[in-house]
Structures are given as structure tokens and as C-alpha cells.
């Protein structure tokens, strides 16, 4: 399946396509496109759309899009759910101080984005920074915090 967001990925344009492609669509293909294409990219190609402006997978009552996708999938895994409060807390600046790790999520996908300027390299980099940070957070859930 194909899945359309913004181009120049950050926090939650990466935190979302590591959540589909690790629990959602094995298969995905991710497609990044400058904002104004992304109705036109969705009526052409059939992809699925996140984390932008007006789109069921976006930003909805205080929600980040992975904590979107995680509600439209049912996912509720607990260290997918601690996952979550970090990324929301990294993704949404009012909040970057909700999850001590947030700031260093959000140094991290600076860093990234500046040493791989190409999305679908950046991705394929930070992938392992959220496998490495999901298990984390399944480590940190069976100690109880």
C-alpha cells in the first residue's frame, strides 16, 4: 500500500511510517511530496495520507498523527503508548517538556535531517533510532514505569 505525507521529514514523519511499516503494513511505500501535492498524490496514486493538513491521520484534538494512527489501528500495546507520549511530546513544542526524552527525540531527527537531507535516506537511518527507542520503552513497561 502507499502512504503520502510532507516532504522534509521530522519527528512524527518518521515515528509514522516506522509505526505502519513495523505494525501496520509490512509492505508500505512511502511517498514524501511538498504539501500542495498531497490531494493530487492521493487522487493519482490511491495512497494513503499522514501527518498533514486535514487528513484523518493528522494532528486531531491534541493528537499527534502517530498517536492518530495508533487509534485508527487499534493499536495498544504499552510501549507503543509510552512511545506515543514521547513523540507527541517531541512533535508538538508546547508540550517538549511533557517526556524528558522528547528533547533528545527532537535533537536527534535535527541531526538526522541535517546529516541526510534526502527523506527516504533520513528514514531509512532513523529507523533504527526508533526500533532502538521501542525497546527501550518495552524494557522500561516491564519495570513498571
Known amino acids: 500500500m ?3 505525507t510532507r516532504s522534509h521529514i521530522h ?3 518518521v515515528a509514522c511510517p516506522w509505526l505502519i511499516a513495523r505494525f501496520v ?3 508500505a511505500e512511502f511517498l514524501f511530496v511538498p504539501k500542495s501535492e498531497i ?3 492521493v487522487r493519482d496514486t490511491g495512497a494513503t495520507a499522514f501527518d498533514a493538513p ?4 493528522g494532528h486531531h484534538e491534541g493528537r ?3 498517536e492518530s494512527i495508533l487509534a485508527k489501528y487499534d493499536l495498544k500495546e504499552p510501549a507503543l503508548l509510552r512511545l506515543a507520549k514521547i513523540v507527541h511530546a517531541a512533535d ?3 508540550d517538549a517538556s511533557a517526556d ?3 528533547v533528545g527525540l527532537e535533537a536527534i531527527a535535527t541531526g538526522y535531517s541535517l546529516r541526510f537531507p534526502d527523506d527516504f535516506e533520513n528514514l531509512q537511518h532513523q529507523f533504527e533510532v526508533y526500533d532502538g527507542l521501542y525497546a527501550w520503552c518495552r524494557l522500561q513497561v516491564t519495570k513498571g514505569q
Open 2 to 4: 502507499k502512504w503520502v
Open 39 to 41: 490531494d493530487r498524490v
Open 25 to 27: 503494513d509490512s509492505d
Open 92 to 94: 508538538i513544542e508546547a
Open 64 to 66: 499527534c498523527s502517530f
Open 11 to 13: 519527528v512524527d514523519r
Open 100 to 102: 524528558p526524552i522528547a
Open 54 to 57: 486535514g487528513v484523518e491521520l
